[in-house]
T-cell receptor
Framework: DTEVTQTPKHLVMGMTNKKSLKCEQH?????MYWYKQKAKKPPELMFV???????INESVPSRFSPECPNSSLLNLHLHALQPEDSALYLC??????????????FGEGSRLTVL | AQTVTQSQPEMSVQEAETVTLSCTYD???????LFWYKQPPSRQMILVIR??????QNATENRFSVNFQKAAKSFSLKISDSQLGDAAMYFC?????????????FGGGTRVLVKP
């Protein structure tokens, strides 16, 4: 199993809603990532988890709240988002931090639209 | 800070022909990793090929090969015998072994169109 699975694939939410994005992998990877990608732009790193602990927060607004309940699962909780937060949110995993090339395996992303 | 530049926003290639995508980067480090990722309309980023800077030999993966010129800080991707399924956005990426969180620095991307 070399898959990173993200749900939902599409999400539309209002600015007062609370929703969550989910990411799951069963490759035994111990590093997991959230990226944000705007149209026609490269992905931008948001958060990195290593062994279920938050390792990197790239100065992301607090309306985005990550959670890593176990080594296979990564969530991104969304609250009071703005229309400019509309984007593709990509989850990725790697074997662990600072290991060899650090190849990332990406999911298909969750397309978020904030109205 | 490292930067990655992809100077071609879009490239078009005839099916079965060859196309080369350019990538240049700026770094003061001698040890690092370079990647080409493909993002088709399905949105999933897929690793196409990777190169360790300490390896002089250019990496090859089936129809994909790179021309790694370390002194020139250039890392171009050649797609041979192009297929319709190669149509996608291609991102060049750099990673320092010292980068916190395995952080990748991406180029702006090159869209590849394949004509039947």
């Amino acid at each position: 199993d070399t898959e990173v699975t993200q749900t939902p694939k599409h999400l539309v939410m209002g600015m007062t809603n609370k929703k969550s994005l989910k990411c799951e992998q069963h490759m035994g990877h111990r590093a997991m990532y959230w990226y944000k990608q705007k149209a026609k732009k490269p992905p931008e790193l948001m958060f990195v988890y290593s062994y279920e602990k938050l390792s990197i927060n790239e100065s992301v607004p607090s309306r985005f709240s990550p959670e890593c309940p176990n080594s296979s699962l990564l969530n991104l909780h969304l609250h009071a988002l703005q229309p400019e937060d509309s984007a593709l949110y990509l989850c990725a995993s790697s074997l662990k931090l600072a290991s060899g090339t650090g190849e990332l395996f990406f999911g298909e992303g969750s397309r978020l639209t904030v109205l | 800070a490292q930067t990655v530049t992809q100077s071609q926003p879009e490239m078009s290639v005839q099916e079965a022909e060859t196309v080369t995508l350019s990538c240049t980067y700026d770094t003061s480090e001698s040890d690092y990793y370079l990647f080409w990722y493909k993002q088709p309309p399905s949105r999933q980023m897929i690793l196409v090929i990777r190169q360790e800077a300490y390896k002089q030999q250019n990496a090859t993966e089936n129809r994909f090969s790179v021309n790694f010129q370390k002194a020139a800080k250039s890392f171009s991707l050649k797609i041979s015998d192009s297929q319709l399924g190669d149509a996608a956005m291609y991102f060049c990426a750099y990673r320092s072994p010292k980068a916190a969180g395995n952080k990748l620095t991406f180029g702006g991307g090159t869209r590849v169109l394949v004509k039947p």
